[in-house]
């Protein structure tokens, strides 16, 4: 059984119709990298999977459900659906380790002790446990985003989207956001990555899909997406990305 | 020099500075205090409906904005005292409680009148503050499983309350003096106080200069206190 399933897809905003017609079908431990120009509704895509974006067509099956039911509880689904953000949105005045126990306690219902036992944990693995009672504003972007993953991660997602997770780093930062994904993924948590990173998406992803202009162009292996695309743009798209020298 | 010679200010100070820290500094105090929390609390109302996305809610606090913004805060206060407890009687009698009257003491309507006074305008600040929380906490939160209501009350709220409290002791320091508007709706507080003394004995010069003072004695510490906290309220966002 899939964990969620996209079907027909679209997203308007007002005369601009950013998703034209999506499918996709993601399966429980799926790593899937989202690639494309910008403008081509990927983010978009992303932000309707847990309805930060409201569809405006097409339906999305979570485990049998149909998210988009009018009465659906969608709080309740957003705990299933963990999200990262470009700029991390970490609570600034809460300290490194409330913020990845405020949600636990809040709507998991955790004891403070349980949801700090977890955090810390947490914290350990993706390399911060130092920084437990610092503030966000002290820290670098990397290490932010790091925090933003543990936050995630604490309310146990079914799947995490990662929205551009590495764009708004300083280059030498990427790499420890980047490690600590290869690792829950490792793990086999679902993942949903929209990503300028080709080499996170041919290494650790296990489905690469390319959009373009509001529609999926092509869903391949990595292997097969980098080293032989079969559709022109997806090319056209990765000559440009991958020898941004010009060459050819 | 007459004048100068009559000067008794021992005679004043003995006499109305005890008038004034007893019973006049109690229903300065008391009026501030629940006044300011009326005021927030008008001003959370008023904001959180201006940002609600019901466009009737938003017209009719636009235009009540309006109205307060468009009239003296002394009117207010008159109108209040004398005007609002007819009204009320009247509205009661047409609806069938034909025996009642609505009495209001001049310092009930003191406090109603400078606190929806100042709500109208600290709801601007606050809505300000709220609009200024970057979107991306409330999606943060939404994206963690809370609901629209908590992410208000937990995430934004608290922190659009740490950026407009510098802006709220401003208006405590403006609060406290705008209370002597009081005395022309008959509170006793320090102003009707002093006028009194002064109609009995004469001693105008003394006994309005120590009003004055006393003004000064509890708003400039309280003004500083508030400069002291918008400093450290910065400091802390950033």
Redesign the interface.
Known sequence: MPLMEIKNLQKQFGDLQVLKDINLTISKGDVIAIIGPSGSGKSTFLRCL?M?EDPSGGSIIFKDQDILAPKFNI??Y??K???C?Q?F?????MSVLENVT??PK??LKKSKEEAQETALKLLDKVGLLSKADAYP?MLSGGQQQRV?IA??LA?EPEIILFDEPTSALDPELVGEVLAVMREIAKEGMTMVVVTHEMGFASEVAHRVIFMDGGYVVEDSAPSEMFKNPKNDRTKQFLSRVLNPQGGA | MNVLQNLDFPKAIRELFPKLMGNALYIVILATVFGFLLAITVGFLLALGRISKKKVLNKLIIIFQEIVRGTPLLVQLVYMYYVVPLLITLFANLIGFKTYTCHMTSLTAGILGLGINYGTYISEVIRASILSIDNGQSEAALALGLTPIQVMLRIVLPQAIRNSIPVFGNYLVMMVKDTSLMAYITVQEFLMTTKAYTSQTFLTIESYTILAVVYLCICIPLGFLAKYMEKKFNQKSR
């Open positions: 847990n930060l709080p309740k957003r705990q659906v963990g999200m953000f700029r949105n970490l609570f600034p005045f405020f949600a809040l709507i504003n933003a936050r995630t309310m």
